[in-house]
């Protein structure tokens, strides 16, 4: 198991950018492929990003691809997501989620451990 913590989340308005960041502890992060989904009220989650073990291999919505990054530091501990130009649709809570088993899935139900959230509201 792996505990992950998100951060990063806040207000900001439209176009704007900011970056969550997922520090994960327990079992070596490097075994795990690693995934950001989000779920805004009153919504079903919904897949944002995932990357392989070694960061090698990357996944994305067709909603935020070219505008959200996603990338990993196996030294740190840490998976990323960078958002850019920012759409108040992008409002939820973004969550940060890891693999044993997969190498880096849209599905949730391939996520072995979950972090508790961290919110992003964009304004318009």
């Known amino acids: 198991q792996v505990q992950l913590v998100e951060s990063g989340g806040g207000l900001v308005q439209a176009g704007g950018s900011l970056r969550l960041s997922c520090a994960a502890s327990?079992?070596?992060?490097?075994?795990?492929?690693m995934g950001w989904f989000r779920q805004a009220p009153g919504e079903e989650r919904e897949f944002v990003a995932a990357?392989?073990?070694?960061?090698?291999?990357?996944l994305y919505a067709d909603s935020v691809k070219g505008r959200f990054t996603i990338s990993r530091d196996n030294f740190k501990n840490t998976v990323y997501l960078q958002m850019n130009s920012l759409k108040p649709e992008d409002t939820a809570v973004y969550y940060c989620?890891?693999?044993?088993?997969?190498?880096?899935?849209?599905?949730?139900?391939?996520?072995?451990?979950w972090g508790q959230g961290t919110q992003v509201t964009v304004s318009s």
């Open positions: 989620a890891a693999s044993f088993y997969s190498s880096g899935s849209s599905y949730d139900n391939e996520y072995d451990d």
């Open positions: 327990g079992r070596t992060f490097s075994s795990y492929a």
């Open positions: 990357i392989s073990r070694s960061g090698g291999r990357t």
